[in-house]
């Protein structure tokens, strides 16, 4: 297959440009670096074999190469298949197909582009058939696992076979290996033999089951017989209880019935008669105790009731004893009060005279009494004092205002006086503000005239310029002359320069480009700067209007000048010019500034002598103020110096000494009032100790007690003496009353005990006559004898009803009283402890056989209720499951290591030495001798090579040159191998031959040229001693000319 | 009416599920461990509820390989509830609960026949002309003599129902026990074959006389798909046979296949199996389900699926959503037969070492020579002394072997596929 020509629609910088055709068997691409055939090799690349997807997982760094100029990214090939077909193949990016299309137009379905491309893969094609210079020698390519596999991964689809068998080795022992015990498998079956072990316990819980369920029947057979045996000892135990419970009433029934027979019979005896006698007995001694009691008593009250009381007659003085009483405490208080009371007094006499004194020698109690304290008086003083201090304030602010304004105008006068000076020293500027305008309108006037005058000028000149290039018919100058001749010489060469590096090309190329682009640009630059030389021109009709605006346009410079001279005398220039105009207008900033200051003085002047006569009539009012508020004071004094007049008070007295007077009066008044008051009180406790000595006195006399009326301690104690004796002697009489009433109850209660010791007395003789008795030790024994057999019958009857109800009565109670008849306690007992012991045993048994059938239920309920094994079965087959899956997955990893072993070894075996003896014999070319073989060992996968003294040699031991002709020797190697098989694709390679010396050069490209008849050759190259190498190494082959395509 | 019985068969009681290979979730387990128990309790209340006559049991009530008294006194429990009710039973004995296997010491209700392992005839009812069953057991498990033609012409007068374990016309996907061919049922003169062994559910004869494997009541493995469950049998005075199909199993089994192809992220092929999952549930009448999802079809995603952990995450991801439901659906595992977007055919004629590869195991399926190089050291450990009492019943046949070299193939190329677009 052969590449005919290329059609790019939009590929990196291409855009809808075309290449080809290519005719020969090489052909070589030359352009200089980014020319764009690192794109053109990826274009062909693509195109035929597909474009990535952005989807699609891309390496990193791949490059899109997106249409940058443009056009449908991607394009078409036409090919020129093995069998003559010619093939056009249209590919765009974006996931659409490949379209292909036969040299008449007809579509061909899709797949004949792998036929046609010899069906090999991308990898082959770009690995083997396309490569760069970077592809070739890539250090990468030398470092990775094996250069064998390399180069056969860079065609060969096995690039990944050393991962993949280290996957499937890692994947497979993972899940099993031989002689390990850290794998799947063996985990799973260990877990399988748990679950199985597991298993094989439940199997025999199955026979347990029947095992004990069997027993189960035994134990509860047994419990029947054994419950049946104890219930029949049961009930004669309960007989024999029965027996022993009636043998005590049996015995006492007998014995009372003997005893019974044994006592007399006594009737009509009285009920209860030892009772009633004691009864009777107690009652009697009661009685005489109580009289005699009664009896002792009537004699101590009566001795009572006839005592005599001394001093009985105080009695008839109870009401004077009780005022005693009552003003005791009173009479204390008022001897204790009387002499402070006194001595207060005296104080308050001291303090009277003193106040009187402090208020003046004109001033008694009297005086004191009469002084006007009212309300009204007190707010009239207020009034006064208010006043008094209002006009007095008042006067005080005028004469500070006063003050204040002198100040003020004093202030006013100096400024006034600086700012005269400073005017008075000011320079009058010459101009006002109105010239100074009027000059600046005069230099902007001017300054646009001098625009005019320069535009006009220009134009003249332009003007004349155009007249003289008319004029150039007339012979040249020799100066341009020589110019001329200059630039078509430097043109001259300049192009020879440029064909002559176009034609030859190669070192001479550079120096030609340069140089001659040089020349050329100089001429250029001759030919139009040659200047015209004026007024040789002949008159040409086209120069008549053009001389009119000339002149035209000098008449309007005059005229423009003499206006711009007539405005330079008002600013009093002589001429006028751009320089003079900037200078007239400092001039007027200056003198402006000047202006402003005169102005700014002369105001300022006129400003402070405003304030000095504001500030003179300000004084003058605040003086008439000040002389109101003195007149206004004066007339308040007057007025109240004639109220102290009126209440004879000094005339010197202000509002506050009036105020504090008034004071003084008030505590004065206060004292007089409080001595008043004392006094009475004192004449009051004067009467009272009279009083009561009064009564206490004649008291005393009479009842002897000691009185001495002018010592008042004897007087109270006289009273607390006559008080004490009234009461005792009250006390006394009271008493003896009391015990005359107690006489007369104690006698008639001596009456009473009398008769009840009587009567009961009475009673007992006639119970004792009733009960058949003498006397009372008699009736006693009777008594005794009637009590026993009332016992006996009673003990009888109970112990007959007893037996009767253990019995029954009737047949039982007689069969009953037989049995007990025929027997005694000790047999009856002994009887009863040896069904005991019999109950005892079978009580145990049951025990023992219910504990027994318990456990076997609860171990029938446990196997029953077993459900774990289900689990266990359930894991059994879940784990054997699993094992299965590990065991087919080792199984499919196994088959797939052995199925790449074979085809490896097959592999190898029938491609590598082809390729490896095709390398061989190129790189023995290419090398001159120098390494005569290449192989790979069988079995290995490595590339060695022996030199001509039979050195072996690894390629990482080989220079990069010598390393790089290796690999495109095993790239011919792999080419011609492939080509024998199937189609024969183009070799497409980018700068491969770079780094080899000028002889291995031409040798790789010998061989280039060589391969070139099998295969079409692509070359690309920025060097141009490539494009001679090979054109050198056709011309050795005798091949055709490679063909040349320039590019960029 | 001449009778109205329940036929059920092949309960295999408390036995396990097999095929699962991943754990399922405690509640699944439980579901699990007790469907076949679940299914009969619905068959004793379906037998109750419909007030049936008999119950009529057609062998391998539980497995003897795992023999289990919770199975047989559960068995037996169901049958005393019957009884309680009214109901008789009637049960033989097939390959796997043979007479001569073990058995714990039940009481099984008077009301119960058990069949010895000669023909029997019992009357269903007082009147012995109204219905008679006639069964036998098998005597051992492994019983290959045909029953069906030892039992002989039956009295004609009452309507017949023939009890019996067996493998007719030699179904080649169940072993050959008691086998029997439609024409000797035919030849025997019972009405109603009530047949056990096949675990699926067949009519091998609609009349004359009826012939019919109920199938079992509850699937056990992947393959007992759909819904499962027993016959229930009207007779009416003229002997003329009424069935209907009513599924017991509580837990279906299904399976689901989805092609890949049309699916570019993990996500739309995880939307499509969330919408399988549903279709499924909506099928399965109520029922929980066990299912084994199997993806097909060549496509990118294959590449996705084929990550570590990817498969798994897949199966985390829909039961996180399904098996947590009730009632559930578990996705017991999925299996990946999908391949990577792969044209062998025109690998094949290329030069590479890929195309070797293929080549290689294309030659190995003619070459015998080299089929068992590539199979060597498979015995390693399939016959490995440890393991091979495991492992030996499924070392790969020659047939398998070859199945086992596609996936190997696959595997390989998969491995050694370069960074490209193919």
Same mark, same amino acid.
């Given at each position: 297959m052969k590449i005919l020509s290329l059609h790019i629609d939009g590929f990196g910088r291409f855009s809808d440009r075309a290449l080809g055709p290519f005719q020969r068997p090489v052909t070589v691409f030359l352009g200089p670096n980014e020319a764009g055939k690192s794109t053109l090799l990826e274009f062909v690349r693509r195109v035929l074999f597909g474009f990535r997807t952005a989807r699609g997982r891309t390496p990193s760094g791949y490059n899109y190469y997106p249409p940058l100029a443009g056009g449908r990214h991607g394009g078409s090939i036409t090919i020129f298949g093995d069998g003559g077909e010619v093939v056009n193949v249209r590919r765009y990016s974006g996931g659409g197909t490949v379209g292909l299309t036969a040299e008449s137009g007809t579509l061909l379905p899709d797949v004949e582009l792998p036929r046609l491309l010899g069906y090999h893969s991308r990898d082959v094609f770009q690995k083997v058939f396309t490569f760069t210079l970077d592809e070739l020698h890539s250090e990468k390519l030398l470092s990775d696992d094996s250069v064998n596999s390399q180069i056969y991964s860079a065609g060969m689809g096995a690039s990944k076979l050393p991962d993949a068998r280290k996957a499937l080795y890692n994947g497979k022992t993972r899940l099993f290996l031989k002689g390990g015990n850290k794998h799947a498998i063996h985990d799973t079956a260990g877990a399988f033999d748990r679950v199985e072990s597991s298993l094989r316990d439940v199997e025999s819980l199955a026979a347990e089951y029947g095992r004990m369920t069997d027993e189960l029947e035994n134990v509860e057979t047994n419990l029947q017989e054994v419950s049946r045996s104890r219930h029949s000892r049961r009930k004669q135990l309960d007989h024999q209880r029965l027996l022993r419970n009636a043998w005590d009433d049996w015995n006492g029934l007998n014995q009372a019935e003997v005893q019974l027979a044994e006592l007399p019979a006594i009737d009509d005896f009285p009920v209860n008669g030892v009772s009633r006698l004691e009864k009777l007995e107690e009652r009697i001694g009661t009685a005489q105790k109580e009289y005699d009691s009664v009896d002792e008593e009537v004699g101590e009250v009566k001795a009572r009731a006839e005592a005599a009381v001394e001093q009985e007659a105080i009695l008839s003085h109870s009401s004077h004893i009780r005022k005693l009483e009552r003003g005791r405490t009173s009479f204390d208080n008022s001897v204790r009060d009387l002499p402070k009371r006194e001595s207060e007094l005296l104080d308050h006499d001291k303090s009277l005279t003193a106040a009187l004194k402090d208020l003046g020698p004109d001033w008694d109690e009297a005086r004191l009494e009469n002084f006007d304290l009212s309300l009204s008086v007190r707010e009239e003083i207020l009034r006064y004092q208010e006043r008094l201090q209002e006009a007095s304030e008042a006067l005080k602010r005028s004469e500070a205002a006063l003050d204040q304004d002198g100040k003020a105008l004093k202030e006013a006068e100096e400024a006034e006086n600086k700012a005269d000076r400073d005017f008075g020293t000011s320079v009058k500027p010459d101009l006002d503000s109105n010239q100074i305008r009027q000059q600046r309108d005069l230099i902007r006037r001017a300054n646009s005239r001098?625009?005019?005058?320069?535009?006009?000028?220009?134009?003249? @000149?332009?003007?004349?310029?155009?007249?003289?290039?008319? #004029?150039?018919?007339? /012979? /040249?100058?020799?100066?341009?002359?020589?110019?001329?001749?200059?630039?078509?010489?430097?043109?001259?060469?300049?192009?020879?320069?440029?064909?002559?590096?176009?034609?030859?090309?190669?070192?001479?190329?550079?120096?030609?480009?340069?140089?001659?682009?040089?020349?050329?640009?100089?001429?250029? @630059?001759?030919?139009?700067?040659?200047?015209?030389?004026?007024?040789?021109?002949?008159?040409?009709?086209?120069?008549?209007?053009? $001389?009119?605006?000339? $002149?035209?346009?000098? !008449?309007?410079?005059?005229?423009?000048?003499?206006?711009?001279?007539?405005?330079?005398?008002?600013?009093?220039?002589?001429?006028?010019?751009?320089?003079?105009?900037?200078?007239?207008?400092?001039?007027?900033?200056?003198?402006? !500034?000047?202006? @402003?200051?005169?102005?700014?003085?002369?105001?300022?002047?006129?400003?402070?002598?405003?304030?000095?006569?504001?500030?003179?009539?300000? #004084?003058?009012?605040?003086?008439?103020?000040?002389?109101?508020?003195?007149?206004?004071?004066?007339?308040? *004094?007057?007025?109240?110096?004639?109220?102290?007049?009126?209440?004879?008070?000094?005339?010197?007295?202000?509002?506050?000494?009036?105020?504090?007077?008034?004071?003084?009066?008030?505590?004065?008044?206060?004292?007089?009032?409080?001595?008043?008051?004392?006094?009475?009180?004192? =004449?009051?406790?004067?009467?009272?100790?009279?009083? @009561?000595?009064?009564?206490?006195?004649?008291?005393?006399?009479?009842?002897?007690?000691?009185?001495?009326?002018?010592?008042?301690?004897?007087?109270?104690?006289?009273?607390?003496?006559?008080?004490?004796?009234?009461?005792?002697?009250?006390?006394?009489?009271?008493?003896?009353?009391?015990?005359?009433?107690?006489?007369?109850?104690?006698?008639?209660?001596?009456?009473?005990?009398?008769?009840?010791?009587?009567?009961?007395?009475?009673?007992?003789?006639?119970?004792?006559?009733?009960?058949?008795?003498?006397?009372?030790?008699?009736?006693?024994?009777?008594?005794?004898?009637?009590?026993?057999?009332?016992?006996?019958?009673?003990?009888?009857?109970?112990?007959?009803?007893?037996?009767?109800?253990?019995?029954?009565?009737?047949?039982?109670?007689?069969?009953?009283?037989?049995?007990?008849?025929?027997?005694?306690?000790?047999?009856?007992?002994? #009887?009863?402890?040896?069904?005991?012991?019999?109950?005892?045993?079978?009580?145990?048994?049951?025990?023992?056989?219910?504990?027994? *059938?318990?456990?076997?239920?609860?171990?029938?309920?446990?196997?029953?209720?077993?459900?774990?094994?289900?689990?266990?079965?359930?894991?059994?087959?879940?784990?054997?499951?699993?094992?299965?899956?590990? =065991?087919?997955?080792?199984?499919? $990893?196994?088959?797939?290591?052995?199925?790449?072993?074979?085809?490896?070894?097959?592999?190898? #075996?029938?491609?590598?030495?082809?390729?490896?003896?095709? =390398?061989?014999?190129?790189?023995?070319?290419?090398?001159?001798?120098?390494?005569?073989?290449?192989?790979?060992?069988?079995?290995?996968?490595?590339? *060695?090579?022996?030199?001509?003294?039979?050195?072996?040699?690894?390629?990482? *031991?080989?220079?990069?040159?010598?390393?790089?002709?290796?690999?495109?020797?095993?790239?011919?190697?792999?080419?011609?191998?492939?080509?024998?098989?199937?189609?024969?694709? /183009?070799?497409?390679?980018?700068?491969?031959?770079?780094?080899?010396?000028?002889?291995?050069?031409?040798?790789?490209?010998?061989?280039?040229?060589?391969?070139?008849? !099998?295969?079409?050759?692509?070359?690309?190259?920025?060097?141009?001693?490539?494009?001679?190498?090979?054109?050198?190494?056709?011309?050795?082959?005798?091949?055709?000319?490679?063909?040349?395509?320039?590019?960029? | 009416m001449r009778i109205r019985f329940v036929h059920a068969a092949d309960l295999h009681l408390d036995s396990p599920f097999t095929g699962l290979r991943a754990a399922a979730p405690e509640h699944v387990a439980n579901g699990l461990y007790s469907a076949t128990f679940d299914a009969y309790e619905n068959i004793i209340n379906l037998c109750i509820s419909e007030e049936v006559d008999a119950l009529l049991v057609a062998g391998d009530v539980y497995d003897g390989a795992d023999r289990s008294l919770r199975a047989q006194l559960k068995f037996v429990e169901g049958l005393n509830k019957l009884d309680t009710q009214g109901i008789r039973s009637f049960v033989c004995h097939g390959n796997h609960d043979p007479l001569d296997g073990w058995q714990a010491r039940l009481d099984y209700p008077q009301s119960c026949r058990r069949f010895g392992t000669e023909w029997e005839a019992v009357p269903v009812f007082e009147n012995p002309n109204r219905a008679v069953i006639h069964g036998i057991s098998y005597p051992k498990r492994e019983f290959t003599e045909n029953l069906a033609r030892r039992l002989g012409r039956v009295d004609p007068g009452p309507f017949s129902i023939g009890l019996l374990h067996a493998n007719v016309s030699n179904d080649p996907n169940h072993a050959a026990y008691a086998p029997c061919s439609l024409e000797d049922l035919a030849t025997s003169g019972i009405d109603y074959w009530a047949l056990g062994h096949v675990h699926t559910r067949q009519v091998l004869s609609e009349r004359e006389p009826t012939v019919v494997y109920p199938g079992n009541p509850q699937g056990r493995h992947p393959n007992e798909t759909g819904a499962r469950g027993v016959n229930l049998v009207e007779v009416d005075d003229g002997g003329n046979v009424h069935s209907t199909f009513h599924p017991m199993a509580t837990v279906r089994w299904e399976t689901l296949q989805v092609d890949i192809a049309p699916f570019e992220t993990e996500q739309e092929l995880l939307d499509a199996l969330h919408e399988g999952m549903q279709g499924l549930l909506d099928s399965t009448d109520g029922r929980s389900a066990v299912v084994r999802v199997t993806l097909t079809g060549r496509g990118e995603l294959n590449r996705t699926l084929r990550r570590p952990n990817a498969i798994d995450d897949l199966v985390e991801e829909i039961n996180g959503e399904w098996a947590e439901r009730s009632p559930f659906v578990w996705c017991e595992r999925i299996e990946d037969a999908s391949a990577s977007p792969f044209d062998r055919e025109a690998r094949l004629k290329g030069s590479d070492f890929v195309a070797e590869v293929l080549r290689t195991a294309d030659r190995a399926k003619t070459d015998p020579e080299l089929l068992a190089r590539i199979g060597a050291g498979l015995s390693d450990l399939y016959q490995h002394h440890r393991f091979r009492r495991y492992l030996s019943m499924f070392a790969p046949n020659e047939e398998e072997l070859a199945a086992l070299v596609d996936e190997a193939e696959a595997m390989a190329v998969d491995l050694l596929a370069e960074d490209d677009d193919r």
């Open positions: 001098l625009d005019n005058i320069s535009r006009v000028n220009q134009r003249v @000149y332009d003007l004349q310029s155009q007249l003289d290039s008319l #004029k150039s018919a007339v /012979p /040249p100058a020799r100066g341009p002359g020589g110019s001329r001749m200059a630039a078509t010489v430097s043109l001259v060469v300049g192009i020879a320069l440029l064909l002559a590096g176009g034609l030859l090309g190669g070192p001479v190329l550079p120096v030609g480009i340069i140089g001659g682009a040089a020349l050329v640009g100089i001429a250029a @630059y001759l030919f139009a700067s040659g200047p015209s030389s004026p007024g040789a021109a002949a008159e040409s009709p086209l120069a008549v209007p053009i $001389r009119e605006s000339l $002149r035209k346009a000098e !008449t309007e410079l005059k005229d423009l000048q003499s206006a711009l001279e007539e405005e330079a005398v008002p600013l009093g220039l002589e001429t006028i010019d751009e320089l003079s105009l900037i200078t007239a207008d400092g001039a007027l900033d200056e003198e402006q !500034t000047r202006v @402003y200051e005169w102005t700014r003085l002369s105001d300022n002047l006129d400003g402070m002598k405003r304030r000095t006569r504001q500030r003179k009539s300000q #004084k003058e009012k605040s003086m008439e103020a000040v002389k109101e508020a003195e007149a206004q004071l004066e007339a308040v *004094q007057r007025e109240w110096r004639q109220w102290l007049a009126d209440r004879g008070l000094r005339e010197t007295f202000s509002p506050q000494t009036v105020g504090e007077l008034r004071g003084k009066v008030e505590l004065g008044l206060i004292q007089l009032r409080d001595r008043r008051s004392l006094r009475q009180r004192i =004449a009051a406790i004067q009467k009272d100790i009279h009083d @009561y000595v009064a009564i206490a006195a004649p008291l005393a006399s009479n009842f002897g007690v000691p009185f001495d009326r002018n010592d008042s301690s004897t007087v109270a104690a006289a009273a607390d003496r006559l008080i004490e004796m009234h009461t005792e002697v009250g006390q006394r009489v009271r008493d003896r009353t009391d015990a005359k009433a107690d006489l007369r109850k104690a006698k008639h209660q001596l009456k009473a005990r009398a008769s009840e010791l009587r009567k009961a007395r009475e009673e007992m003789k006639g119970l004792i006559q009733s009960g058949g008795a003498s006397d009372v030790e008699d009736f006693r024994k009777r008594a005794e004898t009637v009590c026993r057999r009332t016992d006996l019958e009673e003990k009888r009857r109970g112990a007959l009803g007893r037996l009767q109800g253990l019995s029954g009565p009737g047949e039982p109670l007689k069969a009953l009283k037989k049995q007990l008849g025929g027997t005694d306690i000790q047999d009856i007992r002994d #009887k009863e402890r040896l069904v005991e012991e019999e109950i005892e045993k079978a009580d145990a048994r049951i025990s023992e056989l219910s504990t027994k *059938q318990g456990s076997i239920q609860t171990e029938l309920k446990r196997l029953v209720g077993e459900e774990e094994s289900s689990t266990w079965r359930l894991d059994r087959h879940r784990l054997l499951e699993e094992m299965r899956g590990h =065991a087919r997955e080792w199984a499919v $990893r196994t088959i797939a290591e052995n199925l790449l072993k074979e085809a490896q070894g097959k592999f190898e #075996k029938e491609r590598q030495p082809g390729v490896v003896r095709h =390398a061989e014999s190129f790189f023995n070319d290419i090398t001159e001798g120098r390494y005569q073989t290449v192989f790979s060992p069988l079995g290995s996968s490595e590339i *060695q090579v022996t030199d001509s003294s039979g050195i072996s040699k690894q390629p990482n *031991q080989l220079s990069r040159g010598t390393r790089e002709q290796l690999f495109l020797s095993l790239r011919f190697g792999l080419v011609r191998e492939l080509g024998q098989r199937s189609e024969r694709i /183009p070799v497409i390679v980018d700068e491969a031959l770079v780094n080899f010396d000028p002889d291995r050069g031409l040798r790789a490209a010998r061989a280039f040229v060589e391969l070139s008849q !099998t295969n079409q050759v692509l070359v690309f190259t920025c060097h141009p001693t490539i494009v001679e190498i090979f054109q050198n190494a056709a011309a050795q082959s005798g091949a055709q000319d490679p063909e040349v395509v320039p590019m960029g | -």
